[in-house]
């Protein structure tokens, strides 16, 4: 080879180097998150199917004995909870994620306007971000003591709320029928839904904050309306987040610590201590989780329109 | 960082006003001009922002309403609980209940060990979640999209499922036998707080995932330009990191090491797995979780055990509890509200 080949030649491989360098130092920002992926999420998933199918004897260490789906059989034929819990849970989510979607998406609309005290609204719908987490929100609920007292209580307790008379008059007349029920089931909810859409109301907002207002001004001056606009601009802008809260929504839906399926697969472990069919459990739910995942934004990101 | 900034509209001198009197007889003038279209719009501008208003402040009060009640409640008297004729201001003032509350959930210790678990998860969890965000952001390196779909992966498994795998793995830590080969035995880390800090450094912490992406978001909208200099200045590239880039990061780092703080400090699950009852660790939100079980065993103890709370009283107690758990988030969000809401809608999320 000629010394003028070799010149030329080093160029290239001195950029093959630096992208070796930038390949190495990338895995080596990355690492605590592989050792940790692999050491925390990996092996133990791996170890949880392992039980799932196991009987688990908790003595000097544990002992595991082959017993192939009988837990799986257990949870869908005898267990009296488990599938009727499961389908509760999702039922709910039917009704739960788009109502979520929807209110954060209109209040998203209205904090994006001006009007006095922007700051401190926004503030306030915030909050249950932080304070309805983790176990605040289930608390007056979920205890058992004072879950009992309130049954008492609601016996004797002659008052009415508003939504109730309404839904007597509405469901005595001809009309009464599955939808309104829905719709005032969803109206009742209407605190539980409001404390669950803070991040999605953000994540709404950020993205109506990034459409050019010159694209409105287009608009009207072409003779659109604003119900049109809403339509033609806001919505397609919008469609890549909607994905992302739909997402965020099931998932935080789906691990939020206060529903009544989690309390039992807790249960089972900290009290029973049959992490086998604990495992069994949570590996049903996980399955679900992601077809329903899976599902959702397959359908959502073929509509989805990317504005860059 | 891209940002729609507001345009600040230059204000104009503020025009003379007229009598009240000629602008009356100005305004019917243009109304008259334009068919009362004028008069029509005002008119729907004004149900429209009257409406707006009610349906904003109403959900606004919806919201604050429980934490409203729960102060009212706290102060009251237990006379004040059976008399219906008071509603929300109590008519015997008193902080009974506040020392009850701090009785049950054994005060001072319970908080600073709280203090103590939030802070140093957040640390542990801002530290591993920036590395690996920037390692994200900026490096070209081969599987890339495939770490990336694991962060997605980790934000999605429940924590749940791993519950019992992580208790096993934690009653007898061992790291390939090598523990064993040097102590003889392997440890026993429950009842420590040593999961804590090593998962939360593995970024398997609670919502580890979710701040990983956040911080990619946000070190992929700086301009690379910032880097490239330094590199041709000869800076290595975790000085780079270190020096050029953090500074700058300063704001998303701070809102993810307040919410990494504050879902530790309400969370229940973590801390019941890895705290066995007998280790006598014990964090604010799990004296919450039994908090009327111990009030009814406390009167039992100095009333025999005839005796039975009212549900009154139950639950005056722990509304008084909630609130003494969540004052400290309260101060942090009322002084850092701007951190957590603004950071968020700025990183510029995409789906």
Same mark, same amino acid.
């Given at each position: 080879?000629?010394?003028?080949?070799?010149?030329?030649?080093?160029?290239?491989?001195? =950029?093959?180097?630096?992208?070796?360098?930038?390949?190495?130092?990338?895995?080596?920002?990355?690492?605590?998150?592989?050792?940790?992926?692999?050491?925390?999420?990996?092996?133990?998933?791996?170890?949880?199917?392992?039980?799932?199918?196991?009987? &688990?004897?908790?003595?000097?260490?544990?002992?595991? &004995?082959?017993?192939?789906?009988?837990?799986? =059989?257990?949870?869908?034929?005898?267990?009296?909870?488990?599938?009727?819990?499961?389908?509760?849970?999702?039922?709910?989510?039917?009704?739960?994620?788009?109502?979520?979607?929807?209110?954060?998406?209109?209040?998203?609309?209205?904090?994006?306007?001006?009007?006095?005290?922007?700051?401190?609204?926004?503030?306030?719908?915030?909050?249950?971000?932080?304070?309805?987490?983790?176990?605040?929100?289930?608390?007056?609920?979920?205890?058992?003591?004072?879950?009992?007292?309130?049954?008492?209580?609601?016996?004797?307790?002659?008052?009415?709320?508003?939504?109730?008379?309404?839904?007597?008059?509405?469901?005595?007349?001809?009309?009464?029928?599955?939808?309104?029920?829905?719709?005032?089931?969803?109206?009742?909810?209407?605190?539980?839904?409001?404390?669950?859409?803070?991040?999605?109301?953000?994540?709404?907002?950020?993205?109506?904050? &990034?459409?050019?207002?010159?694209?409105?001004?287009?608009?009207?001056?072409?003779?659109?309306?604003?119900?049109?606009?809403?339509?033609?601009?806001?919505?397609?802008?919008?469609?890549?987040?909607?994905?992302?809260?739909?997402?965020?929504?099931?998932?935080?839906?789906? &691990?939020?610590?206060?529903?009544?399926?989690?309390?039992?697969?807790?249960?089972?472990?900290?009290?029973?201590?049959?992490?086998?069919?604990?495992?069994?459990?949570?590996?049903?739910?996980?399955?679900?989780?992601?077809?329903?995942?899976?599902?959702?934004?397959?359908?959502?990101?073929? =509509?989805?329109?990317?504005?860059? | 960082?891209?940002?729609?900034?507001?345009?600040?509209?230059?204000?104009?001198?503020?025009?003379?006003?007229?009598?009240?009197?000629?602008?009356?007889?100005?305004?019917?003038?243009?109304?008259?001009?334009?068919?009362?279209?004028?008069?029509?719009?005002?008119?729907?501008?004004?149900?429209?922002?009257?409406?707006?208003?009610?349906?904003?402040?109403?959900?606004?009060?919806?919201?604050?309403?429980?934490?409203?009640?729960?102060?009212?409640?706290?102060?009251?008297?237990?006379?004040?609980?059976?008399?219906?004729?008071?509603?929300?201001?109590?008519?015997?003032?008193?902080?009974?209940?506040?020392?009850?509350?701090?009785?049950?959930?054994?005060?001072?210790?319970?908080?600073?060990?709280?203090?103590?678990?939030?802070?140093?998860?957040?640390?542990?969890?801002?530290?591993?979640?920036?590395?690996?965000?920037?390692?994200?952001?900026?490096?070209?390196?081969?599987?890339?999209?495939?770490?990336?779909?694991?962060?997605?992966?980790?934000?999605?498994?429940?924590?749940?499922?791993?519950?019992?795998?992580?208790?096993?793995?934690?009653?007898?830590?061992?790291?390939?036998?090598?523990?064993?080969?040097?102590?003889?035995?392997?440890?026993?880390?429950?009842?420590?707080?040593?999961?804590?800090?090593?998962?939360?450094?593995?970024?398997?912490?609670?919502?580890?995932?979710?701040?990983?992406?956040?911080?990619?978001?946000?070190?992929?909208?700086?301009?690379?330009?910032?880097?490239?200099?330094?590199?041709?200045?000869?800076?290595?590239?975790?000085?780079?990191?270190?020096?050029?880039?953090?500074?700058?990061?300063?704001? *998303?780092?701070?809102?993810?090491?307040?919410?990494?703080?504050?879902?530790?400090?309400?969370?229940?699950?973590?801390?019941?797995?890895?705290?066995?009852?007998?280790?006598?660790?014990?964090?604010?939100?799990?004296?919450?979780?039994?908090?009327?079980?111990?009030?009814?065993?406390?009167?039992?103890?100095?009333?025999?055990?005839?005796?039975? *709370?009212?549900?009154?009283?139950?639950?005056?107690?722990?509304?008084?509890?909630?609130?003494?758990?969540?004052?400290?988030?309260?101060?942090?969000?009322?002084?850092?509200?701007?951190?957590?809401?603004?950071?968020?809608?700025?990183?510029?999320?995409?789906?």
């Amino acid at each position: 080879m000629s010394a003028a080949a070799k010149s030329v030649d080093s160029k290239p491989k001195k =950029r093959k180097d630096l992208a070796r360098g930038n390949a190495i130092a990338g895995y080596l920002f990355i690492s605590p998150f592989i050792i940790g992926f692999l050491v925390f999420l990996v092996y133990p998933l791996a170890q949880s199917l392992y039980m799932s199918f196991c009987q &688990t004897d908790l003595g000097d260490g544990i002992t595991y &004995t082959w017993k192939g789906l009988e837990h799986y =059989r257990y949870l869908f034929l005898s267990d009296p909870d488990y599938t009727k819990l499961l389908l509760q849970e999702l039922q709910k989510m039917a009704i739960y994620v788009p109502s979520i979607l929807v209110f954060s998406f209109f209040m998203a609309i209205l904090l994006n306007q001006e009007f006095k005290g922007r700051t401190f609204v926004r503030a306030v719908y915030f909050l249950p971000v932080i304070l309805a987490s983790g176990v605040m929100i289930g608390l007056e609920t979920n205890n058992s003591l004072l879950a009992g007292m309130q049954d008492v209580i609601a016996k004797d307790n002659t008052a009415t709320s508003i939504t109730q008379t309404l839904k007597d008059i509405l469901l005595t007349g001809e009309n009464g029928n599955k939808f309104f029920e829905t719709i005032i089931d969803i109206v009742d909810q209407v605190y539980d839904i409001a404390i669950a859409s803070g991040i999605q109301i953000i994540i709404f907002l950020s993205g109506l904050q &990034t459409i050019s207002p010159s694209m409105y001004e287009a608009a009207t001056i072409e003779g659109c309306t604003a119900w049109e606009s809403f339509w033609k601009i806001t919505f397609p802008m919008i469609s890549s987040l909607i994905l992302v809260n739909v997402v965020y929504s099931v998932v935080d839906f789906f &691990t939020r610590s206060d529903s009544a399926l989690m309390e039992k697969v807790s249960d089972t472990m900290m009290v029973d201590f049959n992490f086998g069919r604990t495992a069994a459990m949570s590996w049903i739910y996980f399955v679900i989780i992601i077809a329903i995942l899976g599902i959702v934004s397959l359908v959502i990101s073929k =509509r989805v329109y990317y504005y860059d | 960082m891209i940002k729609v900034k507001k345009q600040k509209e230059t204000k104009a001198p503020k025009p003379v006003k007229q009598p009240l009197k000629k602008r009356w007889a100005d305004f019917w003038e243009r109304n008259r001009k334009s068919e009362n279209y004028l008069l029509k719009k005002k008119i729907a501008g004004f149900f429209y922002r009257l409406c707006r208003g009610i349906l904003i402040f109403g959900l606004c009060f919806l919201i604050l309403q429980p934490l409203l009640t729960k102060i009212s409640l706290s102060f009251m008297e237990e006379q004040d609980l059976y008399d219906s004729t008071v509603i929300s201001i109590p008519r015997h003032f008193s902080v009974s209940s506040y020392q009850l509350a701090w009785k049950m959930l054994k005060g001072l210790k319970a908080f600073g060990i709280s203090l103590l678990i939030s802070l140093l998860v957040a640390i542990a969890q801002v530290i591993s979640c920036t590395l690996v965000g920037y390692g994200f952001a900026r490096f070209k390196f081969p599987l890339k999209n495939f770490w990336f779909a694991c962060v997605i992966l980790v934000i999605i498994v429940p924590p749940q499922t791993l519950f019992a795998p992580l208790y096993i793995w934690f009653s007898k830590f061992d790291i390939f036998g090598i523990i064993k080969l040097i102590k003889g035995e392997s440890l026993t880390l429950l009842g420590s707080l040593w999961p804590y800090v090593i998962m939360c450094l593995g970024c398997a912490g609670y919502k580890s995932g979710l701040y990983i992406y956040l911080l990619r978001q946000h070190f992929r909208n700086e301009p690379k330009e910032l880097e490239e200099a330094a590199y041709v200045d000869g800076c290595s590239r975790m000085r780079t990191f270190v020096q050029i880039l953090l500074p700058g990061a300063t704001p *998303i780092l701070t809102s993810c090491f307040l919410f990494s703080f504050v879902w530790q400090w309400t969370d229940v699950t973590y801390s019941r797995i890895f705290f066995t009852i007998s280790s006598g660790w014990y964090t604010v939100t799990n004296g919450l979780k039994g908090l009327v079980e111990n009030l009814d065993a406390y009167f039992k103890t100095i009333y025999g055990q005839s005796f039975k *709370i009212t549900s009154a009283l139950g639950n005056q107690v722990l509304s008084t509890g909630m609130l003494m758990a969540i004052i400290p988030l309260l101060c942090i969000y009322v002084f850092a509200q701007k951190n957590f809401v603004e950071s968020l809608s700025s990183t510029g999320i995409k789906g």
